[in-house]
């Protein structure tokens, strides 16, 4: 028998909700002739989730009254022209954010892509010295969109942390390191104690049954077991596998990290893949473009 009664942390509806003031904020600019959000898009290669995920992107810009640049290059694009492209829009006054989808080909290396692009327009977080204004608390900092996104969805639906115990699975540049500050931070969310978990963990099962908060990003489809969850946890899902599935009309069905059938009667909240962190991922994005903006004026 379960104790809590389990509920849906609905990122679709949150984030709708997000970009529904962004939105009205940015109308409110254009009726007072201030400059609008642009947002330039770089996808290299075919990739079918990366193109789901930029036009995701581009169509939330358009949604909300921003201005959208998509640049695709093919998979055999040189790191040299998507360097120079990088930094024409760097120099580029009109545009306000540039994000490069990841990931890139192994040709390319992303370190220097994303170091590439200038830290004031880069809206994805992922530049060395967005990465160190973060840790310092700096709030000039963009954080990056997928942690960014998880503390809005914890913000807007009042989830308790302050002193909770949070288990971050996953070390990622992009993820798991980020969330990890961010969930320690002297803030609102926040004030957590946190303990990051990682492929080299011992006493895995222990450490995340002893979690009131799991943050799943570890990239292995329903990885977390009911019996690695303690009754009444708030449960994360960051993960999203692609997995074939020919009764589906797409040919795949998504997978989150989380065992989700088993692990979601235990639970106080959980998120749902899709419609989790995904959204949330791209509503962040976009209160980091406008945020840019919003610096240049
Ligand atoms: N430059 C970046 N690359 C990548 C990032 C990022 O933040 N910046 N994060 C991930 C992918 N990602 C954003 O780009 C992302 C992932 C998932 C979703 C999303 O809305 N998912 C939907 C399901 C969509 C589907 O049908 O597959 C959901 O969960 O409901 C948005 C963005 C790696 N790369």
Request: proline share 5%.
């Amino acid at each position: 028998m379960h104790l809590c009664k389990m509920q849906l942390l609905d990122g679709k509806k949150t984030a709708k909700a997000i970009l529904n003031t962004v939105k009205i904020d940015v109308a409110q600019r254009a009726a007072t002739g201030k400059k609008i959000p642009h947002l330039a898009a770089i996808l290299v290669g075919t990739n079918g989730a990366s193109q789901t995920y930029v036009n995701s992107k581009v169509k939330a810009c358009n949604e909300i009254g921003f201005i959208s640049t998509l640049i695709e290059y093919e998979e055999e694009v040189s790191e040299m022209k998507l360097l120079d492209k990088i930094q024409e829009l760097n120099e580029d006054m009109s545009v306000d954010g540039i994000l490069v989808q990841l990931p890139l080909p192994a040709h390319i290396s992303e370190r220097k892509v994303i170091e590439a692009i200038a830290a004031s327009k880069d809206v994805d977080g992922f530049h060395p010295e967005n990465i160190g204004r973060m840790i310092m608390g700096e709030a000039e900092a963009f954080i990056p969109a997928t942690p960014y996104g998880i503390m809005l969805l914890l913000e807007h639906n009042n989830i308790p942390t302050k002193g909770k115990h949070a288990v971050v699975l996953g070390r990622s540049n992009i993820v798991g390191r980020p969330m990890s500050i961010l969930l320690s931070n002297n803030t609102n969310p926040g004030n957590c104690t946190v303990t990051v978990c990682h492929s080299r963990t011992q006493n895995l099962n222990e450490i995340c049954s002893q979690a009131d908060i799991i943050v799943a990003a570890i990239g292995q489809p329903e990885f977390l077991k009911a019996e690695m969850v303690k009754e009444g946890a708030v449960v994360i899902d960051v993960g999203i596998t692609r997995l074939e599935d020919a009764s589906k009309k797409s040919g795949y069905r998504l997978v989150g990290d989380v065992d989700f059938e088993q692990v979601a009667p235990k639970c106080s909240f959980i998120t749902p893949v899709p419609g989790g962190v995904g959204p949330m991922t791209i509503a962040a994005l976009m209160k980091n473009t406008y945020k840019s903006c919003v610096n240049g004026d």
